[in-house]
């Protein structure tokens, strides 16, 4: 994807009384603009990670509370992966019909399958974190590095927005024309939807991993 196309802010939702309905409807809207080309939301932006937790494989022992493996996880909508340009190598990527209702589902990056799953298909073993619902595998993605000072991916896996608690969030919008451009549009938009709710940390993927090279 080219960095410099994609703009991403974040929002701090948590006054609301129904923080799922606000960012469903802000993600329809951007959508309908005319030259958005995707929108997407995601838990923390892409370069810095997510959330470090211990992960239980089912089926897997962990004699001491220490043998059991850390990674990432991120909460993220279904265009997180289009916007990104990331492909679904195995499965599928989340869709509406991964609701709160639904079977709790995950997807999990290549590095991630390789180091915690059977060398066979990832679909459908199931992950927990800490002590919470066993979720199931139903895709699998490419590795993505935003740092080439690392020297390996990491191993992520991701939650569906619509299966998790909204907190902050980062909104990314690729668009055709100037980011700063879309910057006072998604300002104006997250306005017309709550007059109070301001977006902040306003920036470029470029400045995002310009920050993480050398920052």
């Known amino acids: 994807f080219d960095p410099d196309a994609i703009l991403t802010a974040r929002v701090d ?20 603009l005319p030259g958005v080309q995707s929108v997407a939301l995601s838990g923390s932006d ?6 470090w937790s211990p992960l239980t494989v089912e089926g897997k022992d962990y004699p001491r509370g220490e043998d059991h493996p850390y990674c990432d996880s991120t909460v993220i ?83 569906p927005v619509s299966q998790s608690a909204v907190g902050p969030m980062v909104i990314l919008l690729n668009g055709a024309g100037r980011t700063a451009e879309w910057a006072g549009v998604l300002r104006a938009e ?13 920036a470029t993927m470029r400045t995002l991993v310009n920050h993480q090279i050398f920052g």
């Open 190 to 202: 997250v306005a017309r939807l709550q007059p109070d709710l301001a977006i902040y940390r306003v």
């Open 13 to 32: 939702p948590r006054q609301m009384a129904d923080p799922h309905s606000f960012f469903e409807q802000l993600q329809q809207n951007v959508r309908r």
């Open 77 to 159: 909508s279904p265009g997180y992966f289009p916007t990104l340009n990331i492909s679904v190598v195995q499965g599928r990527n989340f869709n509406s019909a991964d609701t709160g209702g639904s079977v709790p589902v995950a997807m999990v990056n290549t590095t991630f399958a390789r180091m915690f799953l059977p060398p066979d298909d990832p679909i459908g073993h199931r992950i927990r974190q800490g002590t919470n619902e066993w979720r199931t595998i139903i895709g699998c993605v490419s590795d993505v590095q935003f740092d080439p000072g690392e020297t390996r991916p990491k191993p992520v896996y991701f939650i």
């Open 46 to 51: 892409p370069t810095s990670g997510g959330s």
